[in-house]
C-alpha cells in the first residue's frame, strides 16, 4: 500500500520527496462517456494527477435525496483515474465556489432563516447530512487504503469570505471523525486578510493565483515558514459573464508564468486543464455590489489546456514542454480529438406558448405577498407571479422589490418591458383602468451568486410587488424548473413573436454514431435551448457565448428533438448545429 505525508521540506510519496503536478477536471462538469478521454490526455501532458471539486447541490438536488450516478458518480471517476495511473486531490466543499450555481450550496438552504458558511446550528446540521454520505462514499479512494487520494481540501478559499476559525475546525474534525485519513489543506489568495481568515494553525496552508509566483509564495511563507510550496489553483485561463468579452490568455504568458512556479520547486494544479461545461441552469454568477450581478455563461471553457470540447490547444502543447523540465512525460502520440458534425439547418416547425403551457410545466400556488422560489420548493428555472390588480390607478412605476434576476411585465397578456436586478430604478410603467388588469411578472433565475459577500441569493421576487408606493397582495405562481419538457404540447406552425414567451420545436437526424456539435442560434435574442426534454444551455444575443456545446452522449440514434424557448424576439425560427463553437 502506497504512503503520502506532508513533511517540512516536501510532499512525501512512499518515502520519496514528491511533487504534485495536478489538473482540474471537474467530473460534473463532462459527460462521463468522456471522462477517460480528458483523463489520458491530462496523464499525456506530464500530469501525475486530477484535481476536483466535489458539488454538494448536484448531489443532492432535495434535501432527502444523495445522487451519485451517471455524470455525478464520483467513486467512478476516482477509480477510473486511479486505473490510468493517476492520483488524485478532492476538493468537497461543502461551498466550491467554482463559478458554479450558488457555489455548489444547495438551493433548499435557503428555505430556511440561516446564515451560511459559518457555525451556525442549523447550518451545521446540513453539513453533516452531506458529510454522511461524501465521505463514506470517498473514505475506501484515499490512499491509505488502497485509493489514489493523496489530499483532501478544508472547505475553499475560505478567507475571502469569512474568519470563523469554529467553523473551518468543525468541517476539519467532520472529516476527520468521518474516516478522512490523508493529509488535509487548505487553499486561498496570498492576501493577508485571506490567508488570516481562511486558514487553521494545523492544516497545510496552501495559495491561489495566475502569475508573480515569487511575490505569492513569500506571502504564504509569512504564514507557513516551513513545508511544501504549493499553489492549489494556477489560473492559467479566465472564466466569462454574459455581456462581457471573451475572456483569453496568450498561451506563451501563461506556460512562461507556470514554469516561473515550478522552478521554485512548487507544487502545482493547473485551473483549469479542462473547464468543461455548465450544462443546464447550473452557471453561476458573481456580486461584489448589490448592483453588479455578473451571471456567468455556460461555457467554462475557462481558456484552458483542452478547450470546452476536449480538444488539444496550443497551450496545452507549451505546458507539456514545461513539465518535461522538471518532471517525465508520457512517449507517444499526442491524443486525437473527437469527431464532430455539421447537422446543418433545423428548421423549428411547431411552437407552444409558455403562458398556455403553465399546468404542463409547474405546480400553482397561490400566496397573500410573492413568494421566492425555494419558499416553493423549486430550485431553478422559471417562476411566473400573476395578480388581479383593481382600477382605476394613474400611472405609476412598477417595483419588483427585490428581483433575482430578470423579469419580463405583462399586463392583460401584453408585454410591457423587461425588469433587471442590476436596474437603479425600474423602466416599467402602468395605467391600470377602471376594470383592472392581470399582471403578469415572470422572473428568470440566471444563477445564484457563487463568489462575493451576497452568497444568499434567493431567487424570484424577495420582498413584494407595488405599484407606486402600494403593495400589491394575492398571487398566484407557477414554478417552472424546465427540468423536464415532455408534458409540453406542441402545435404545428411558428407564428412571428409577438412578445409573449414561446418554444419552438424542431427534429433533427444523428446518424448512427452520433457526434459532437454546437448549437447556434443566429436572430434569436435570449432564452434557453433544450435537447431531448432537458435543458442544454442559455442562449443571449450579448455574447459573448454565441454556441452551446451539444455532446454526442447527449444524442440518439437518428431523430433527436432541439426546442428553443424564447424569451425577447426572434426572426426565423431556425438553428444551425456547427461542427466549430464560438465563444466569442
Same mark, same amino acid.
Given at each position: ?230 499553489? #492549489? ?6 472564466? =466569462?459573464?454574459? /455581456? +462581457?468579452? !471573451? @475572456? *483569453?490568455? $496568450? &498561451? %506563451? ?97 411547431? #411552437? ?6 403553465? =399546468?404542463?410545466? /409547474? +405546480?400553482? !400556488? @397561490? *400566496?397573500? $405577498? &410573492? %413568494? ?213
Amino acid at each position: 500500500m502506497h504512503s503520502f505525508s506532508i513533511e517540512k521540506d516536501a510532499f512525501y510519496l512512499d518515502g520519496a520527496p514528491f511533487r504534485v503536478l495536478a489538473g482540474t477536471i471537474h467530473y460534473f462538469r463532462v459527460p462521463r462517456e468522456y471522462w477517460r478521454d480528458r483523463l489520458l490526455k491530462l496523464k499525456h501532458c506530464g500530469f501525475n494527477a486530477v484535481e476536483t471539486y466535489v458539488a454538494w447541490n448536484a448531489h443532492m438536488p432535495a434535501e432527502d435525496a444523495f445522487v451519485t450516478d451517471g455524470m455525478l458518480d464520483l467513486s467512478a471517476y476516482l477509480s477510473l483515474a486511479q486505473e490510468l495511473g493517476l492520483w488524485a486531490i478532492v476538493r468537497p466543499g461543502p461551498y466550491i465556489c467554482a463559478e458554479w450555481e450558488a457555489g455548489a450550496l444547495p438551493w433548499w438552504l435557503l428555505r430556511e432563516d440561516m446564515p451560511l458558511r459559518c457555525a451556525d446550528p442549523k447550518y451545521l446540521a446540513k453539513v453533516d447530512i452531506y458529510y454522511d454520505r461524501l465521505m463514506a462514499l470517498l473514505k475506501p479512494h484515499q490512499i491509505t487504503e488502497g485509493g489514489n487520494i493523496l489530499m483532501m481540501q478544508v472547505e475553499n478559499e475560505y478567507g475571502s469570505y469569512g474568519d470563523d476559525g469554529e467553523y473551518l475546525a468543525y468541517i476539519r474534525n467532520g472529516m476527520r471523525a468521518r474516516g478522512i485519513t490523508v493529509p488535509l489543506f487548505t487553499s486561498d489568495g496570498s492576501a493577508d486578510f485571506m490567508l488570516t481568515g481562511g486558514t487553521l494553525p494545523d492544516v497545510h496552508k496552501t495559495c491561489n493565483f495566475g502569475s508573480r509566483a515569487g511575490e505569492q509564495m513569500a506571502c504564504l511563507r509569512r504564514f507557513q515558514p516551513d513545508g511544501p510550496l504549493m499553489c #492549489s489553483e494556477y489560473w492559467n485561463g479566465w472564466f =466569462d459573464h454574459w /455581456g +462581457e468579452k !471573451h @475572456h *483569453t490568455r $496568450a &498561451p %506563451a504568458e501563461s506556460a512562461e508564468e507556470f514554469d516561473k512556479l515550478l522552478a521554485l520547486g512548487a507544487s502545482a494544479t493547473a485551473y483549469t486543464f479542462h473547464g468543461g461545461t455548465n450544462f443546464g441552469f447550473m452557471n453561476g454568477a458573481n456580486c461584489p455590489a448589490a448592483r453588479d450581478y455578473q451571471p456567468t455563461v455556460n461555457s467554462y471553457d475557462d481558456d484552458a489546456l483542452l478547450n470546452e470540447c476536449g480538444d488539444i490547444t496550443p497551450k496545452y502543447r507549451l505546458f507539456r514542454e514545461v513539465i518535461a523540465k522538471y518532471a517525465p512525460v508520457p512517449d507517444g502520440a499526442e491524443p486525437a480529438s473527437l469527431p464532430k458534425a455539421s447537422y446543418g439547418t433545423v428548421k423549428l416547425t411547431q #411552437s407552444a406558448k409558455l403562458f398556455d403551457s403553465l =399546468d404542463a410545466l /409547474g +405546480e400553482k !400556488h @397561490h *400566496t397573500a $405577498a &410573492p %413568494a421566492t422560489m425555494e419558499k416553493l420548493g423549486q430550485g431553478c428555472g422559471f417562476i411566473l407571479y400573476r395578480a388581479r390588480v383593481k382600477g382605476p390607478r394613474e400611472e405609476n412605476k412598477l417595483i419588483l422589490q427585490d428581483v433575482r434576476d430578470r423579469a419580463h411585465v405583462f399586463a392583460n397578456g401584453e408585454f410591457k418591458g423587461i425588469i433587471y436586478r442590476n436596474d437603479e430604478e425600474s423602466a416599467v410603467r402602468l395605467r391600470v383602468p377602471a376594470e383592472g388588469l392581470t399582471l403578469d411578472v415572470l422572473v428568470e433565475n440566471m444563477g445564484r451568486v457563487n463568489y462575493g459577500p451576497y452568497l444568499r441569493d434567493p431567487k424570484g421576487v424577495t420582498e413584494g410587488i407595488r405599484l407606486g408606493q402600494q403593495f400589491l397582495y394575492g398571487w398566484d405562481e407557477w414554478t417552472l424548473p424546465m427540468d423536464d419538457l415532455s408534458a409540453l404540447k406542441f402545435e404545428d406552425g411558428t407564428a412571428p413573436f409577438d412578445g409573449t414567451p414561446v418554444f419552438l420545436r424542431g427534429t433533427f437526424d444523428a446518424g448512427e454514431e452520433p457526434k459532437d456539435t454546437f448549437v447556434k442560434l443566429p436572430g434569436f435574442k435570449k432564452g434557453v435551448i433544450f435537447v431531448n426534454g432537458k435543458p442544454l444551455s442559455r442562449h443571449w444575443e450579448i455574447g459573448p457565448q454565441r454556441s452551446a456545446y451539444l455532446p454526442a452522449p447527449f444524442l440518439k440514434k437518428g431523430e433527436n428533438e432541439l426546442v428553443v424557448l424564447e424569451l425577447d424576439g426572434f426572426e426565423t425560427p431556425e438553428a444551425v448545429l456547427s461542427d466549430e463553437m464560438d465563444l466569442g
